[in-house]
């Protein structure tokens, strides 16, 4: 199992300077969520299986639900369509390819091999151990976070409501592009 450990360290690394230094957009965000998870994987040899999870579902899955949103929003004219299809070039996927397929390989190697055993002995971080700590201990600070959250909701929700009002005019106030009324 140290082996899997110290080769997804050596992954995400090797990820997160692909992020660092790509100039395309696209190719960032294909490294970041291969940095994500070889830091699941990281997780999953330490013995944190719950940690894990949270990590490819939270960060990986939120990362590219959110870029696939950002694109569907945009609107992109012939030029950007040029210049994404400059980008979606065979070996543009060399990189993240080969990073992906060691991942891949290395999460079957510990799979057939039957080591399940953390790197790191101590006890097991699972649902329930984080449920009893957050919920016993820390129960006041979880529903203060709960409540900010709510109230950052609710917040951003009458901020967007306002901004379209305005927009629309439908307040009576009618705002000009010259400045005057």
Known sequence: MEI????????????????????????????????????????????????GMLEIIVYAGAIMVLFVFVVMMLNLGEETRAQERQWLQPGVWIG??????ILLGLLLVTMLAGEAGPVIRGDLLTAKSVATTLFGPWLLVVELAAMLLLAALVTASHVGRLGR????????RHVSKGGGR
């Open 4 to 51: 899997a450990f110290y080769l997804s360290g050596l992954v995400s690394v090797a990820a997160t300077l692909g992020v660092i230094t790509g100039t395309s957009p696209v190719h960032a965000v294909l490294y970041l969520i291969i940095s994500l998870l070889a830091v699941a994987m990281v997780f999953f040899s330490l013995g944190a299986p719950f940690a």
């Open 96 to 101: 993240p390819s080969i990073l992906s397929a």
């Open 165 to 172: 009002q305005g927009e629309s005019s439908g307040n009576g």
